[in-house]
């Protein structure tokens, strides 16, 4: 596919020096009405998250902060969060960046030689760049009393999916990120400056979003030659367990199948991925 000549959707692009959570902020405009394609841009968020409602907090200048209002059709709002990896990569490469893969199903990776060898089995060599959080807002119709509404596959729906990209290394980490954080400024090449990365990305994501939108097959296969996960031996915590197994594919819903060690699949639509190293806890 060939490159756009620059973002048709995603010119839009809205800034503020501090918020709470970009997502929050796009949700609430898209609940108001406003269109696809709005980007907002801050410098620090002071309620940041990720996955499961964890904080996620970055010194403000050292990292982009992002979200971006989408509305496709249901049938393919569950592949977002796979269609920004996909651009994010892609934009990231176009730095130099080696070595960087996604981590199932939202994070961004880069291994390095030198990471010091990691507790409870998980696998050493990989550092966190970016993470992304894709929010759905119920359809309409949908009530406290009868419950979600499950939409027409035509049907459009609210999505905001945000963006964090480490691109300076703060002078202070917490010790519980340290041995897991990389930012762009650490991987040897000329570190870009925040607003480079924006706009490789928005680029990046314009071609992305369309081919989700025609093509489904070929950005999902995208998504799997990115994906680190596959092939590796891997724990994901379910919540009420912990399934531990050699992760086989992506299925086309973008679920996880693992395969456990009496040969059972699971199909994984939503856990914390842990990488096991090979010689780890229940490793091979």
């Known amino acids: 596919m060939s490159a756009p000549s620059g973002p048709i959707r995603f010119t839009d692009v809205r800034r503020v020096t501090e918020t709470g959570s970009t997502n929050d902020d796009l949700m609430a405009l898209g609940r108001q009405g406003e269109g696809e394609g709005i980007v907002l841009v801050a410098g620090h968020q002071t309620g940041g998250r990720g996955r499961h409602g964890r904080t996620w907090t970055a010194p403000p200048g050292t990292g982009l902060l992002c979200s971006v209002l989408l509305r496709p059709p249901a049938a393919v709002a569950g592949l977002v969060t796979a269609t920004v990896a996909v651009a994010l990569v892609d934009a990231l490469e176009t730095f130099g960046v080696a070595g960087l893969g996604i981590k199932w199903p939202n994070d961004l990776i880069v291994s390095v030689a030198d990471a010091p060898r990691a507790p409870n089995g998980a696998a050493t060599g990989e550092r966190k760049l970016a ?12 009530s406290s009393a009868s419950g979600p509404r499950t939409p027409a596959a035509t049907e459009r729906l609210l999505v905001v999916v945000g963006s964090g990209v480490n691109v300076h290394t703060p002078t202070e980490l917490p ?27 928005l680029d990046e994501l314009e071609r992305a979003y369309a081919q989700l939108l025609v093509d489904v097959h070929g950005l999902t296969e995208r998504w799997r030659n990115r994906c680190v996960t596959i092939g590796r031996r891997v724990r994901v915590d379910l919540g009420v367990r912990d399934l531990e197994g050699r992760a086989t594919r992506i299925d086309d819903h973008g679920r996880l199948v693992v395969c456990s060690d009496d040969g059972i699949e699971t199909a994984v639509a939503a856990g914390d991925v842990v990488h096991l190293r090979p010689d780890g806890p229940g490793g091979t």
């Open 131 to 142: 993470g992304i959080l894709a929010e759905v807002d119920a359809p309409a119709g949908t």
């Open 175 to 201: 010790v519980d990120v340290a041995d897991r954080f990389i930012a762009l400024d650490a991987l040897g090449s000329p570190t870009p400056a925040i607003d480079d990365v924006l706009a490789a990305y």
